[in-house]
């Protein structure tokens, strides 16, 4: 038997609160864990879960008697090197990983001219990772037009061949970007537009995301209101959510 994940990546969806959980049957045998967690866990890596939970369950925690081989991939496909590093720093140095790219990325694809002198600055950077800052005179939370904008603009110009994806964490930016999109698509003034939605250009949430690629990734991380990241911060802050965000590039991260 071969189970293959990433813990540091999205789990899989739960629908109920299993810390507060006080069956019997459920605490002896913890079988709301994933089949990847579950294997860590008879490994002895007793981080999977609680402390309480440890106590009642049932099955021998132990490298020793499991005998359970656990073996780190640490070479990606996928990115280059600078991402690599940055991941690694970021989220698999808690696994003492040293994460290696084997990966050439095809530039080419990034030929683009755009009439603003600042996103053109973008595509003209070797720079594999890309951060965009701006001001604004009123905080967003759900919905952000800036950013909605700022997404338009760095695609309206790209070529068909290159593969785009737009992340979010809210569904509600989700669908002004898709909604912008498409009638940028449609668009006759913008005959060029390589746009094409759920075919070379997708938008979605982190968790539709996982387990893609595309050439160029952009993040929309929409919520700047202070109070409002404050009351989702597990939500938004998640390491797991931001780890899935920041790794679905080939080429490109914005």
Known sequence: ???????RQLPPVKKHDWTDETRISVMETLTHLSALDYLRLLGGDESVVDEGMISTFEADISAETNHIPLIQLNETYRFDQTTADFVQDVVYSADDITYQSSCDRDMSLFNIQSENKALDSVYNSEASIVLISYSAN???QQMNPIEAVISKELLVNCSSDLSAGLVTPHNAQRSRLRSML????????????GIRLDENTYVETVERFQGGQQD???VSATVSDPRFIDSENEFLLEENRANVSFTR????LI
């Open 1 to 7: 038997v071969l189970i293959s994940g990433d813990h």
């Open 138 to 140: 009123q905080y967003y």
């Open 182 to 193: 498409y009638n940028l698509q449609h668009d006759d003034s913008f005959p060029n537009a």
């Open 216 to 218: 160029l990734m952009v």
């Open 249 to 252: 590039h080939k080429n490109k």
